[in-house]
T-cell receptor
């Protein structure tokens, strides 16, 4: 079964540094998402991406965050200047081969990148 | 506004049946999902309901009542590996997923 893959699985960085988290969504999916989950807390939506642009973003997704689809397969999340409170598990997800399928298409999650900011 | 609620934690015995409830309020609704999440891992899809009624999938079943804003996940013949958090999430009118905080299910032998 096709999978969403994320790299790295664990990233340790110092406060103020930039990090790029990488994701390869399922190849025929058109909708891409980033979520984060702080340890012991609920899954939080960051951003959704469709047709090479952001379709929705949450209040968490401020100017420090950006997403990019640099080629036909990768989908990246950049945090420009990390803060201690950015430490979390970051999940990439993809869904839906077509817009018509969006209503009935579950999100498929990658295994996540655990980001630790020291 | 939008709201979704599920119990924080439940305990059940191996081999038994457990029902995890989820209630929600929203003006736009495009279906409800249940996900399983083991500690430190990604959520994995379990079920999707958009029409009222029961959807059965092996040991797991999910029920939806749109008029009551209510869903439940029913797990039968519980196994130790079913110990996990169970997340309910509804899809709003923009197809955005609104997540519950998850129910941590503890299975005892």
């Amino acid at each position: 079964e096709p999978e969403v893959t994320q790299t790295p699985s664990h990233q340790v960085t110092q406060m103020g540094q930039e990090v790029i988290l990488r994701c390869v969504p399922i190849s025929n999916h058109l909708y891409f998402y980033w979520y984060r989950q702080i340890l012991g807390q609920k899954v939080e939506f960051l951003v959704s991406f469709y047709n090479n642009e952001i379709s929705e973003k949450s209040e968490i997704f401020d100017d420090q965050f950006s997403v990019e689809r640099p080629d036909g397969s990768n989908f990246t999340l950049k945090i420009r200047s990390t803060k201690l409170e950015d430490s979390a598990m970051y999940f990439c997800a993809s869904s839906a081969g077509t817009q018509a399928e969006l209503a009935n298409s579950p999100l498929h999650f990658g295994n996540g990148t655990r980001l630790t900011v020291t | 506004g939008q709201n979704i609620d599920q119990p924080t934690e439940m305990t059940a015995t191996e081999g038994a049946i457990v029902q995890i409830n989820c209630t929600y309020q929203t003006s736009g609704f495009n279906g409800l999902f249940w996900y399983q999440q083991h500690a430190g891992e990604a959520p994995t899809f379990l079920s999707y309901n958009v029409l009222d009624g029961l959807e059965e999938k092996g040991r797991f079943s999910s029920f939806l009542s749109r008029s009551k804003g209510y869903s439940y996940l029913l797990l039968k013949e519980l196994q130790m590996k079913d110990s996990a958090s169970y997340l309910c999430a509804f899809q709003d009118s923009n197809y955005q997923l609104i997540w519950g905080a998850g129910t941590k299910l503890i299975i005892k032998p």
